[in-house]
């Protein structure tokens, strides 16, 4: 089993910058691919970017391309979403996934889920 505790969120200003973190604190599972996804107030989840951990590529929505930066640190078992410029449409609770595989890696079809971090922007 894989169980995925996130960590990072909070409640900043506009235009500022946040790091998240998803450390697989149990892994007896192949975490090929771990993503972050994110539901806003009113709205459907969404995938945010994701990353193939054996080194495949990255993943990322539109909407957030050149502001957030997945990446991974495999002798941590945790994989980061950098996130910069920050808008008020950010705000969401974010959650990451994990897998040994997915056919879409921003599609919630994931096998492991963590509990979500909240990430507030005011303007």
């Known amino acids: 089993e894989v169980q995925l505790v996130e960590s990072g969120g909070g409640s900043v200003q506009a235009g500022v910058s946040l790091r998240l973190a998803c450390t697989a604190s149990?892994?007896?599972?192949?975490?090929?691919?771990v993503g972050w996804f994110r539901r806003r107030p009113g709205k459907a989840r969404e995938g945010v970017a994701a990353?193939?951990?054996?080194?495949?590529?990255?993943y990322y929505a539109d909407s957030v391309k050149g502001r957030f930066t997945i990446s991974q640190d495999n002798g941590k078992n945790t994989v980061y979403l950098q996130m910069t410029r920050l808008k008020p449409e950010d705000t969401a609770m974010y959650y990451c996934?994990?897998?040994?595989?997915?056919?879409?890696?921003?599609?919630?079809?994931?096998?492991?889920w963590g509990q979500g971090t909240q990430v507030t922007v005011s303007s």
């Open positions: 996934a994990a897998d040994s595989r997915t056919w879409s890696p921003l599609a919630p079809q994931y096998n492991y």
């Open positions: 990353i193939d951990t054996r080194g495949g590529g990255t």
């Open positions: 149990i892994n007896t599972y192949s975490t090929n691919y």
